[in-house]
């Protein structure tokens, strides 16, 4: 924790019960039951650890095929379940790239039950104010990562790389209510705030990196970004360079989903789908499989993480290049965030996302880069997927 903020300690540990992706009818009534949280030097097989952790509280995702019939509504609810993009990289063999620049876990895994809803007691406003962004890369530095890109591209060493930038800003007061503001944001699939002892994760994202319900394997990868004006709306689906983007993600996606499925039963329900998300048209795809025998939590996190919309492909290949090229590390960004529970598993891709540790605040952006992307576009894209975060952290 800061030991230059006082204000800050006081305002950080404070619990927030809103984890994305929570049941709609338990919000308000849910409290702590238990937490665990993972950094590298805990050592272990982060994805093992979390299904065993959730196992000894009575969550028993070892067979997501086989899942429980019905909610307990008085006993355990759930529990949300975080990991950075750094463990998901761990967790797939590639490349962890940077260290984190915020001071948070990279994994962790709070487990809720049922408490009586009680009226919301609101704590003395302490304000908020966050000084001026100080970015990982320059536009010029950003550009000419995008170029390293398409050479490696050229060379034949992959295919595409999402490319993420990172800025920070030191604050004052209780950043909380800016965090919820922005889980608030129109569109935010996956909205909400994770808590921990000195950070916290505000999350708006609009992206299905994995949803397990009924035996069936969701994804919904988001690839493709245009201004949300009629014309935006028009050069988006006109766009060829966009929709070879989108659909190598896509397979990308398909082949990630048919390690952990039945034999066959990959599909491809919706493609190329253009939906709104703030200021922005974003194309979407959805992607399901039938859930394969004895998949178990850790395995399924294993085949899923990193996402590929946000990491690009070959997989391992875009991981090398990605910590080759961003100076700085994902955080929380990029990586997943949701909830599971004794039916099953959602978890949203952590794009549009922000963490406070006890000194600074930090955000992330970025966009995939293929053969014909132009590099100030690249830049100019970025910036606009970032702007409605900034814009509520004021």
Not at 193 to 218: F, H, K, N, Q, Y
Not at 304 to 309: A, F, Q, R, T
């Amino acid at each position: 924790m800061s030991k230059n903020h006082p204000d800050v300690v006081e305002a950080l540990p404070r619990m927030v019960f809103d984890p994305p992706a929570a049941p709609a009818e338990c919000r308000g009534r849910l409290v702590e039951r238990a937490r665990w949280e993972w950094r590298p030097t805990d050592g272990g097989d982060p994805a093992a650890r979390t299904e065993q952790f959730l196992a000894a509280h009575g969550l028993r995702l070892h067979d997501l095929g086989r899942p429980a019939t019905r909610h307990d509504h008085d006993g355990v609810c759930g529990a949300a379940l975080y990991l950075s993009a750094a463990a998901g990289a761990l967790l797939a063999g590639g490349a962890t790239g940077a260290a984190n620049p915020a001071d948070l876990p990279e994994v962790a895994v709070v487990v809720y039950g049922h408490t009586d809803p009680s009226p919301a007691r609101p704590h003395p406003p302490t304000g908020w104010w966050h000084g001026p962004w100080t970015e990982s890369w320059t536009r010029r530095q950003h550009a000419d990562a995008v170029r390293a890109v398409r050479e490696a591209i050229g060379a034949g060493e992959v295919y595409q790389v999402n490319l993420v930038g990172h800025a920070t800003a030191g604050y004052t007061g209780d950043p909380l209510p800016a965090l919820a503001r922005l889980g608030r944001l129109p569109g935010a699939r996956y909205g909400g705030v994770l808590t921990g002892a000195g950070w916290a994760i505000g999350c708006a994202s609009p992206e299905t990196l994995i949803e397990v319900r009924d035996g069936t394997l969701t994804t919904r990868p988001i690839k493709g970004t245009r201004p949300a004006t009629a014309a935006g709306h028009a050069d988006l689906l006109a766009s060829a360079k966009e929709r070879a983007e989108h659909i190598m993600i896509v397979d990308l996606e398909r082949n990630d989903l048919a390690r952990i499925a039945r034999t066959g039963s990959v599909r491809v329900d919706d493609l190329f789908a253009v939906r709104r998300w703030c200021d922005l048209w974003q194309a979407e795809s959805t992607v399901r499989a039938e859930v394969a025998d004895g998949l178990g939590l850790a395995d399924l996190l294993r085949a899923v993480c990193p996402g590929g919309s946000v990491t690009g492909a070959p997989k391992l290949a875009a991981l090398d290049r990605i910590a080759a090229l961003e100076p700085v590390g994902r955080g929380a960004s990029m990586g997943a965030l949701g909830w599971v529970d004794a039916g099953g598993v959602d978890l949203g891709l952590t794009i549009r996302t922000a963490a406070v540790d006890g000194d600074a605040v930090h955000v992330w952006a970025g966009g995939g880069i293929t053969w014909d992307s132009d590099p100030d576009d690249e830049v100019a894209e970025a910036a606009a997927k970032t702007a409605p975060v900034r814009a509520t952290l004021d």
